[in-house]
Structure formats: C-alpha cells, structure tokens
C-alpha cells in the first residue's frame, strides 16, 4: 500500500496569503494616476506612498526574523496579517492623504512576515532541490497575486472605481488572515530551530569556517538590494512611466502590467526545472546580467516603442524571480537556528532596495520636472539609476559562494569509498 505524503495546509495558507501580498504591492502600478488625482499627491509625496509600503517591510524583516527564530512562524505572522488588514480595510475608505500613507505601511508590515514564513517554513529542512524546487514553485503561484493587480485591476477601476476593487481585495485579506490563523496559531515552533540539522554550520567547527560563512553571507547583502530595483517598475512607477511617455490609458497598462507579471510567473515555473542542470549560481547570474541589458536598453531608448519598453520591463520584473534561488544560499551557510536572523537580513534588503529606489525616483522625477525635462528623459534617469544598482548588485554576487545542493552532496557522501582508516 503506498503511503501518501501529508498534506502541508500551512504551505498551502501562506501561499494563498502570499498571493495576495503580491497583490498588494504591485497595485498602485496600474492605479496610479487616480490615486495622484484623488489624494492630490506631488510626485515626491507618490514616491513616497509607493514606498511607504516596502519600507515598512523592510524595517520589519529583521525583527521578524528573531521573532521566527525564538517563538516559531504562527503568531507573529497572524499579529502583522492582522495590522496589514486594518491598512487594506482604511485605504479605500480615506480621503486624507496622511492617513492613506499610513495605510499603505500598515499594508507592508502585514504583508511583511508572509513569504518569509513561508521560506522559513520550507527551508528549515534543508536546502536542497526538493526545498528549492517548492519555494519556486509557491513563488510562481503568489505571482497569480501580480496579475489579478494587473489587467483585472484596471478593468475593474474603469467600471466600479478603484476604491470598491480595493474593498473586494481589503475583503479577501480579512479571510485570508483568519484562514492563516486557524493554521499557525496554536502552531509550535519547530524543532528543527532546536538544534541545528547539520546542514549548516556547527558550533564544532573551526572558527575560520565560520568566519568564512559570514563574508560569503555578506556578498549576499547587495544582490539582495539589487534585486526588486527593476521591478518597482511593475510595482509603482511603470504607471506614471507608460502613461507620461506613451499616453496609455488604465486599461492598456494593466495589459502590460499583467505581461510583466505573466514573464515572471513563466520564469518562477521554470526555475525548478533549470536548478536540475544548472547551478544556483549560474542562473542568479545570468537573470542579473539579462536585467542589466534591459536597463540598459530602456536608458538609451525610453520613448521608441511602446511594446519594446512593455517587453523590457517584464524584463526587469522577471529578475526578482531569483530571490528564492538567493534564499536558497543563504540556507546553505546558515545554521538552523539563526536560519529567521538570516532570512530577514536578506528579505529587509530586498525591499528596502524596493523603497529607497521608489523615493528616489521620486526625487529624481522631480528635480526633472523643476529643470523642465520631458518625460523620456526624466525616466530615462530613472533606468540609469536602476542599472547602476543592478551592476553593483551583480559585481558583488560574483562573489558569492557556489552551493552544492543537499541532493548531490548526499550523492557524493553515498558513492565516496570508505577509507580503511577513516577521514583524516
């Protein structure tokens, strides 16, 4: 009789939780223009409610981590799901601009615990394919939450208004969070933050090792900045871009906001099908350097074809699709026990990277409109900045230590001889 594996509904939770994050945070991309109009934002104070969200994210991610690390996923995800549903509730009722931005942040401090969970909940066991391969995977569907942001997003704004779509998906988050608390609430923390299952670090080891272990986690830092760059296109500035430079109305960009998100769905899905034949490694580097030519392109072309910049930026959103790959390292030089710690460094660049690159598009936009720019050159400043942070995202990963799956080490210790006098 074969055995079936059990189902894992808390996987199943924050995937569901984790589409809906998506959602959040790839929104104001295509409703943009009505939120300038009904808030009677400046492009500064847009650059700053579009990063509103991933500063507080960011600003959560390390504290989250310790938290994971000390009392388990459950209730601090349930606590910060619960925060984040007030913010989605508030935000289409508000007419005051203060209190939509602090409705926006409380959106990313509920947003900000989901997928790190969700890696802390999968990678504790190790970081082999299987891990890989699950991670990928639960990312591909979350980005479904990129694409309901996209094209339906903006159909449903051109019928209904924006502020009801925004209540039917506030709506959604309330039974998502409840959905999250009946299953990780009276959760345990696992045991495998106990001890640590060998596949990190030990305490044993010499402490050159573990000095090494720390400066190949460093090279992780900058990738990670690195890596949502190109998508605060598809999150926040891809709206304002194709509506200034090309004049596209609400429906044509949520076509290419939902291409963007498509690209990046294709991509996660492939990614545990690549890991199998190439490294982890190989592919991080070949998406970073695949998004730097797109940056690159955009900044010497930002008005010559609508459908070469829409291919461009799904381009640079796809880039982020290798953040579970990049996760994936950093399990492989961490212990255990710090695996949250770890977690929540690299996740706390990964979007403060999203949030200091959105407000200082919103600076640079501005001092272009003061120095009376038109709108290609202004966001071709815009890409210039993107690229350069690709660049040095990319110099340093180079850098970064090579990974050998749990799968083919385990090959390797299964197929080595045994020495008749043990290994020395």
Same mark, same amino acid.
């Given at each position: 009789?074969?055995?079936?594996?059990?189902?894992?509904?808390?996987?199943?939770?924050?995937?569901?939780?984790?589409?809906?994050?998506?959602?959040?945070?790839?929104?104001?991309?295509?409703?943009?223009?009505?939120?300038?109009?009904?808030?009677?934002?400046?492009?500064?104070?847009?650059?700053?409610?579009?990063?509103?969200?991933?500063?507080?994210?960011?600003?959560?991610?390390?504290p989250l981590g310790l938290a994971f690390d000390r009392f388990g996923?459950?209730?601090?995800?349930?606590?910060?799901?619960?925060?984040?549903?007030?913010?989605?509730?508030?935000?289409?009722?508000?007419h005051d601009p203060v209190l939509a931005l602090a409705s926006q942040?409380?959106? %990313?401090?509920?947003?900000?615990?989901?997928?790190?969970?969700?890696?802390?909940?999968?990678?504790?066991?190790?970081?082999?394919?299987?891990?890989?391969?699950?991670?990928?995977?639960?990312?591909?569907?979350?980005?479904?939450?990129?694409?309901?942001?996209?094209?339906?997003?903006?159909?449903?704004?051109?019928?209904?208004?924006?502020?009801?779509?925004?209540?039917?998906?506030?709506?959604?988050?309330?039974?998502?969070?409840?959905?999250?608390?009946?299953?990780l609430w009276r959760r345990p923390r696992a045991a495998a933050r106990? $001890?640590?299952?060998?596949?990190?670090?030990?305490?044993?080891?010499?402490?050159?090792?573990?000095?090494?272990?720390?400066?190949?986690?460093?090279?992780?830092?900058?990738?990670?900045?690195?890596?949502?760059? %190109?998508?605060?296109?598809?999150?926040?500035?891809?709206?304002?871009?194709?509506?200034?430079?090309?004049?596209?109305?609400?429906?044509?960009?949520?076509?290419?906001?939902?291409?963007?998100?498509?690209?990046?769905?294709?991509?996660?899905?492939?990614?545990?099908?690549?890991?199998?034949?190439?490294?982890?490694?190989?592919?991080?580097?070949?998406?970073?350097?695949?998004?730097?030519?797109?940056?690159?392109?955009?900044?010497?072309?930002?008005?010559?074809?609508?459908?070469?910049?829409?291919?461009?930026?799904?381009?640079?959103?796809?880039?982020?699709?290798?953040?579970?790959?990049?996760?994936?390292?950093?399990?492989?030089?961490?212990?255990?026990?710090?695996?949250?710690?770890?977690?929540?460094?690299?996740?706390?660049?990964?979007?403060?990277?999203?949030?200091?690159?959105?407000?200082?598009?919103?600076?640079?936009?501005?001092?272009?409109?003061?120095?009376?720019?038109?709108?290609?050159?202004?966001?071709?400043?815009?890409?210039?900045?993107?690229?350069?942070?690709?660049?040095?995202?990319?110099?340093?990963?180079?850098?970064?230590?090579?990974?050998?799956?749990?799968?083919?080490?385990?090959?390797?210790?299964?197929?080595?001889?045994?020495?008749?006098?043990?290994? $020395?």
């Amino acid at each position: 009789m074969v055995r079936q594996r059990p189902r894992d509904y808390t996987l199943w939770t924050l995937t569901l939780a984790y589409l809906l994050s998506q959602f959040f945070r790839s929104y104001v991309a295509v409703v943009a223009p009505q939120l300038i109009a009904d808030y009677g934002f400046t492009q500064k104070m847009f650059g700053l409610f579009a990063g509103a969200f991933f500063l507080t994210f960011a600003c959560a991610q390390i504290p989250l981590g310790l938290a994971f690390d000390r009392f388990g996923i459950g209730r601090p995800t349930v606590l910060c799901m619960s925060v984040g549903t007030g913010g989605a509730a508030t935000l289409p009722l508000t007419h005051d601009p203060v209190l939509a931005l602090a409705s926006q942040a409380a959106l %990313g401090l509920g947003c900000a615990p989901i997928f790190m969970g969700l890696l802390n909940h999968v990678l504790v066991a190790g970081h082999g394919q299987r891990q890989v391969r699950t991670v990928t995977v639960a990312s591909g569907i979350g980005i479904f939450g990129a694409l309901i942001a996209a094209l339906p997003l903006a159909w449903a704004a051109t019928k209904i208004g924006w502020r009801p779509a925004m209540g039917v998906a506030a709506a959604a988050m309330a039974l998502t969070t409840a959905a999250v608390t009946a299953s990780l609430w009276r959760r345990p923390r696992a045991a495998a933050r106990r $001890k640590d299952l060998g596949q990190g670090p030990r305490r044993t080891r010499a402490s050159n090792n573990a000095r090494s272990n720390n400066l190949a986690f460093l090279t992780l830092l900058p990738v990670c900045f690195a890596l949502s760059a %190109g998508g605060t296109f598809r999150t926040s500035w891809g709206g304002p871009y194709f509506a200034d430079v090309f004049a596209l109305d609400t429906v044509a960009r949520g076509r290419v906001m939902t291409a963007a998100s498509v690209s990046a769905l294709v991509v996660s899905l492939i990614i545990p099908l690549l890991v199998r034949r190439f490294s982890v490694k190989a592919l991080s580097l070949a998406g970073l350097s695949l998004g730097i030519l797109a940056a690159a392109l955009l900044l010497v072309l930002p008005s010559y074809n609508a459908l070469l910049s829409a291919s461009l930026v799904c381009v640079l959103f796809s880039v982020g699709a290798i953040h579970p790959l990049v996760m994936s390292q950093a399990r492989a030089i961490s212990a255990a026990s710090s695996l949250g710690l770890r977690l929540g460094i690299l996740n706390s660049m990964v979007f403060l990277g999203v949030a200091v690159t959105s407000n200082c598009f919103g600076w640079l936009a501005a001092r272009g409109i003061r120095e009376g720019l038109p709108a290609p050159d202004i966001f071709a400043r815009l890409f210039l900045f993107t690229m350069i942070v690709l660049v040095i995202g990319l110099a340093t990963y180079v850098f970064s230590p090579s990974v050998q799956s749990e799968d083919s080490a385990n090959v390797v210790r299964r197929t080595r001889p045994v020495s008749p006098v043990g290994d $020395k």
